[in-house]
């Protein structure tokens, strides 16, 4: 007699804060031991979604923040002629839902571009406790603050003059993002497809393939499918700032 | 690299074993039938995510043929009735359409290759309209610099034909002629006079098709050097630019139109290895450089510049000089390479109309590779194109240390370096000489699948 298998109910799983790799990105950065067993009973794990699943849309309700685990996610609002405008991409130790606080409505809908899992800190119930926790209050406006400041990165890479600057910053962002969880800065799966990226950064799906073909022929960068290998890591960053002069190999600078 | 090449009939006879020919590798023999449209679609939209998209390759499978040549061991139907065309065409019309919509509009079209079958023996209006879809699905080049090749049969084929196909945009040509010997020629049912084939070639030369190709077949019924050797001659006086001896492979239990070729009539095993060996030193000493497997081309052709520069591949359709390509087969039994899979659409026309017309992609089986299939089939591509392999090279691209990785392949290797087929050290592996002709024999020894499949002997005599 063989047992009945039991349906593992992920949401049923208890969240551990302090054994998760991302606690030094995330909320409980930070946090006295008692004060993380409090912030681990309300939050909730919810059921990972698969690739193309939505995880919130526009106009839902606010109830909770959601802090990505694994996988990424694109963020994205419909203009009123209907179009996709991709607002930003979330990485793991990254939270959404912020912007939401105000009007207690998501602003935004967001949905997974790869098996992604989450967990959910239900927004009142982390309100109230803040006011026994100071230290969370304190890393929620810390994580406030990085998202402001992510928000005014995403501003100043969309000012950027010419495309190949801003693919060369969006690979640098990428690179440093993956870097701060622990994953190679150099060597990463690109989450997103060319008319992500293209859709993000204000540049035609052609652009974005022009310019990544020539960062691959001026070697910055090797391409196989949509794995990325920097492989001139000081190249790439002086093209960030339109600064073509050091990232070429110098060919001028022998002189005449 | 020009390859020297060195015939040694005690070798050749001693690893005379059966192998595939790594067209693919995994071989379509590793395809499986769980693979269907649903794989197929998500594969094909997600190659259109990538940064940098491959350029496409088309290939069109038109199988009819007129009269059946015995030998042949490809998806054909023979028919007499020209008007069976029409209604494979009106499917092979939706297939393009369902295809191209899987596909980014930008993605240039570097390849196409018409294959059969007998291509030809579609109407001059059916050929028009059959690129006409094409080109109103898919992107393809106008300047010429694609790699636009059609397989010709001279008897369905005259001046007007080459004509008209320089003018749909076709610029390489690969002729069917197998023997010029009317005594082989009857023998295998394909009566073919060399002035239709010289009158196809000139034509072909007039309108500046940018390279002719033929096909020979040797190991065929009532073939002997001295036959052999005069139609090489004669086909060298025709001036093609690249020139393929396949080997014929008698298996009539799986291809049943060979019941038709008498046994008793095929050159015995040591006349056949005569006849190569008078091949390849006839084709070498008249100047031809050995590309590999049973190909030869003029040191000036793309596929000899390619071998040159380290960017020749394999395909399909033998060797190519378009490494980076996304391959998508259409019409019956047409192979697809999609992303990292392998796909094959369904043999039979019932079939086909049935999946075509309920707007599904017709592919019955296909494979999607894993890390493993994609470090070998790298090392098989290298070796059979370059025959040399450097580790580094490998290692770098797929993560690994290559001499703990195929530890047991080098074992083997090193019993064929006493044989003097290559040598291996530890940076790299060199084909000899006397190795090229067994090629498919070293690429074996990495072929995971192989060992499993050896005892079913479902492969053709490397030789």
């Known amino acids: 007699m063989s047992s009945t298998h039991q349906i593992f109910d992920i949401s049923k799983f208890k969240v551990s804060c302090g054994n998760c790799s991302l606690v030094e990105l995330c909320l409980p950065w930070g946090l006295k031991?008692?004060?993380?067993?409090?912030?681990?009973?309300?939050?909730?794990?919810?059921?990972?979604?698969?690739?193309?699943?939505?995880?919130?849309?526009?106009?839902?309700?606010?109830?909770?923040?959601?802090a990505v685990r694994s996988g990424a996610i694109k963020a994205y609002r419909t203009t009123e002629e209907g179009n996709e405008q991709i607002l930003g991409f979330y990485l793991p130790g990254e939270l959404l839902g912020l912007d939401a606080i105000d009007t207690e409505k998501h602003v935004c809908t967001t949905v997974a571009?790869?098996?992604?899992?989450?967990?959910?800190?239900?927004?009142?119930?982390?309100?109230?406790?803040?006011?026994?926790?100071?230290?969370?209050?304190?890393?929620?406006?810390?994580?406030?603050?990085?998202?402001?400041?992510?928000?005014?990165?995403?501003l100043l890479l969309l000012g950027k003059k010419s495309a190949e600057e801003k693919i060369a910053t969006f690979l640098v962002n990428l690179s440093s993002r993956l870097h701060v969880l622990g994953y190679s800065s150099t060597e990463f799966r690109l989450p997103m497809s060319r008319q992500e990226i293209g859709n993000y950064l204000g540049l035609t799906v052609e652009t974005v393939s022009r310019i990544f073909s020539r960062l691959q022929k001026d070697k910055l960068i090797v391409i196989d499918r949509k794995l990325i290998k920097i492989v001139n890591e000081h190249g790439i960053r002086c093209m960030c700032t339109g600064n073509k002069e050091s990232s070429s190999k110098s060919r001028s600078a022998t002189g005449h | 690299m020009i390859n020297s090449l060195i015939f040694n009939k005690d070798l050749i006879t001693r690893y005379d074993t059966l192998g595939p020919r790594y067209t693919s590798y995994p071989t379509a023999?590793?395809?499986?039938?769980?693979?269907?449209?649903?794989?197929?679609?998500?594969?094909?939209?997600?190659?259109?995510?990538?940064?940098?998209?491959?350029?496409l390759s088309l290939y069109?499978?038109?199988?009819?043929?007129?009269?059946?040549?015995?030998?042949?061991?490809?998806?054909?139907?023979?028919?007499?009735?020209?008007?069976?065309?029409?209604?494979?065409?009106?499917?092979?019309?939706?297939?393009?359409?369902?295809?191209?919509?899987?596909?980014?509009?930008?993605?240039?079209?570097?390849?196409?290759?018409?294959?059969?079958?007998?291509?030809?023996?579609?109407?001059?209006?059916?050929?028009?309209?059959?690129?006409?879809?094409?080109?109103?699905?898919?992107?393809?080049?106008?300047?010429?610099?694609?790699?636009?090749?059609?397989?010709?049969?001279?008897?369905?084929a005259d001046a007007d034909t080459i004509a008209l196909l320089r003018s749909l945009g076709f610029n390489r040509v690969s002729l069917g002629v197998q023997d010029f010997d009317p005594e082989v020629q009857k023998a295998v049912n394909r009566i073919q006079s060399i002035a239709e084939t010289r009158a196809v070639i000139e034509a072909a030369r007039k309108h500046a098709f940018k390279s002719v190709h033929i096909d020979l077949i040797y190991g065929l019924p009532k073939q002997t050097v001295e036959s052999f050797a005069r139609t090489l001659q004669k086909v060298i006086e025709l001036g093609p630019d690249r020139i393929s001896v396949f080997n014929y492979a008698h298996m009539p239990r799986r291809f049943k139109t060979q019941k038709q070729i008498n046994k008793a009539d095929l050159p015995a095993p040591t006349e056949k290895l005569n006849i190569l060996q008078h091949v390849i030193n006839y084709l070498t000493q008249e100047?031809?450089?050995?590309?590999?497997?049973?190909?030869?081309?003029?040191?000036?052709?793309?596929?000899?510049?390619?071998?040159?520069?380290?960017?020749?591949?394999?395909?399909?359709?033998?060797?190519?000089?378009?490494?980076?390509?996304?391959?998508?087969?259409?019409?019956?039994?047409?192979?697809?390479?999609?992303?990292?899979?392998?796909?094959q659409n369904v043999y039979e026309i019932g079939e086909y109309e049935k999946l075509v017309t309920a707007g599904r992609i017709p592919v019955f089986r296909g494979l999607k590779l894993d890390g493993d299939d994609l470090l070998r089939r790298d090392v098989i591509t290298?070796?059979?194109?370059?025959?040399?392999?450097?580790?580094?090279?490998?290692?770098?691209?797929?993560?690994?240390?290559?001499?703990?990785?195929?530890?047991n392949e080098i074992s083997?290797?090193?019993?064929?370096?006493?044989?003097?087929?290559?040598?291996?050290?530890?940076?790299?592996?060199?084909?000899?000489?006397?190795?090229?002709?067994?090629?498919?024999?070293?690429?074996?020894v990495f072929d995971k699948y192989l060992r499993q499949t050896q005892a079913e002997q479902t492969f053709s005599r490397t030789i």
């Not at chain 1, 239900?122 to 969370?136: A, H, M, S, V």
């Not at chain 2, 390509?325 to 019956?332: P, R």
């Not at chain 2, 083997?412 to 370096?417: P, W």
């Open chain 1, 33 to 66: 031991v008692d004060d993380l067993n409090e912030l681990e009973k309300i939050i909730k794990r919810v059921r990972p979604l698969q690739r193309g699943d939505y995880l919130f849309h526009t106009g839902d309700k606010f109830q909770q923040l959601y």
């Open chain 1, 113 to 154: 571009l790869e098996t992604s899992s989450f967990c959910a800190v239900p927004f009142t119930r982390l309100e109230e406790l803040c006011q026994q926790i100071p230290g969370l209050q304190h890393q929620i406006y810390r994580l406030m603050s990085r998202e402001l400041s992510s928000e005014n990165q995403s």
């Open chain 2, 29 to 55: 023999v590793q395809f499986d039938e769980s693979f269907c449209h649903d794989n197929y679609v998500e594969i094909a939209r997600s190659t259109n995510e990538e940064p940098v998209p491959k350029q």
């Open chain 2, 60 to 156: 069109f499978h038109l199988p009819f043929c007129d009269t059946v040549c015995y030998y042949c061991a490809c998806n054909k139907i023979i028919t007499k009735n020209r008007a069976h065309a029409a209604p494979y065409l009106q499917l092979l019309y939706e297939e393009i359409k369902l295809q191209s919509s899987l596909y980014d509009r930008d993605r240039i079209v570097e390849q196409l290759h018409w294959g059969g079958g007998t291509p030809t023996f579609i109407s001059h209006a059916q050929m028009s309209d059959l690129m006409r879809h094409t080109r109103d699905a898919f992107s393809l080049r106008n300047d010429d610099r694609g790699e636009y090749s059609i397989e010709l049969d001279p008897r369905e």
């Open chain 2, 287 to 343: 100047g031809y450089t050995y590309i590999g497997m049973d190909h030869f081309a003029r040191p000036d052709d793309e596929l000899a510049l390619a071998q040159k520069q380290g960017t020749l591949t394999r395909n399909f359709q033998g060797y190519s000089t378009h490494a980076n390509c996304d391959i998508i087969g259409m019409g019956i039994s047409a192979i697809s390479k999609v992303g990292d899979c392998y796909s």
């Open chain 2, 382 to 407: 290298q070796l059979i194109c370059h025959f040399n392999l450097e580790f580094e090279q490998i290692e770098t691209r797929h993560r690994i240390n290559f001499n703990d990785y195929f530890y």
């Open chain 2, 412 to 444: 083997i290797l090193k019993g064929m370096e006493r044989d003097g087929l290559l040598s291996i050290d530890a940076e790299r592996i060199r084909v000899s000489p006397a190795g090229c002709l067994l090629v498919r024999n070293i690429c074996a």
